[in-house]
């Protein structure tokens, strides 16, 4: 039986809407439902427009293109702005390439029009004169430290235009962008990096970032508590782990872990 929470949380995200497993899949949807929009939903002291800009931001991760499809007006009815949801998909494009975000900017662009939003949105590139080379650093600085200042310039030489290019384009052209804050940005990043696996190295840095911009470890937690439904077990411990070994890269006062890594890896 699916609980009271279950099923009013659900017609909030889902108005009127009954599911077709209901009919064919009657047992897994009630211990889904129960699990998904009940135990998960009262873990921790989310609030609903970040609860809901994690999922957008694990589905994206993990390539959950249909639930994705399916969840979007959902989130869009618990308060993420048009502008947030873009900026999401946007800022996914440097940690996961076009070639899996696509069907995700393709998609919010057709659920938007069903859904009478006006295209395209208002402009939310940074408005400066400074190159996005130097926009870049400033803000791959203002999330990251001092210690990244150099970072064009550090490493092989031979690899000095991919550092230029992830501080101009990856800080530079997305994380400069109004529509979402560098703090909730970082937070974007933490969960594309925990869905999509095999960014361990990346997954630690950005969690670092993320502790040194002020979200505690509990915090950090029960974020990825919320990806469970969404990605799965594996993925989820293993970015524990990741966040385990940044509080210690935190505690001990170190720098950044594995700055070099972030040109090596990052997507």
């Not at 639930?67 to 007006?73: N, T, V």
């Not at 940690?95 to 899996?100: F, S, T």
């Not at 975000?101 to 859904?115: D, R, S």
Request: glycine share 8%.
């Amino acid at each position: 039986m699916i609980s009271a929470f279950a099923n009013a949380y659900h017609e909030r995200m889902f108005p009127g809407y009954q599911s077709t497993f209901l009919k064919t899949d009657p047992e897994f949807i009630a211990f889904f439902d129960n699990f998904a929009f009940d135990t998960v939903v009262q873990q921790g002291q989310l609030d609903d427009v970040t609860r809901f800009q994690v999922i957008l931001a694990s589905l994206l991760g993990c390539q959950g293109i249909d639930e994705f499809k399916a969840i979007l007006p959902a989130t869009l009815r618990f308060g993420v702005s048009p502008v947030e949801v873009k900026e999401i998909v946007y800022q996914a494009v440097a940690y996961l390439g076009i070639g899996r975000v696509f069907p995700f900017l393709k998609a919010c662009n057709e659920i938007f029009q069903a859904e009478k939003i006006s295209l395209p949105l208002e402009p939310q590139a940074a408005k400066t004169s400074k190159s996005r080379l130097e926009l870049g650093r400033e803000t791959l600085v203002s999330l990251m430290g001092e210690g990244m200042r150099h970072f064009d310039q550090e490493g092989p030489e031979n690899r000095h235009h991919i550092n230029q290019w992830l501080m101009a384009n990856c800080f530079g052209d997305y994380y400069s962008r109004s529509g979402l804050e560098g703090k909730k940005r970082e937070l974007m990043t933490f969960c594309f990096l925990a869905a999509q696996g095999g960014c361990e190295p990346q997954l630690v840095s950005h969690a670092v970032a993320n502790l040194k911009l002020g979200h505690r470890q509990s915090y950090l937690i029960d974020i990825l508590s919320q990806c469970i439904p969404y990605i799965g077990y594996p993925r989820v411990l293993n970015a524990l782990t990741c966040l385990e070994e940044a509080v210690r890269v935190v505690n001990n006062k170190g720098e950044l872990a594995e700055k070099a890594s972030i040109a090596t890896e990052e997507g």
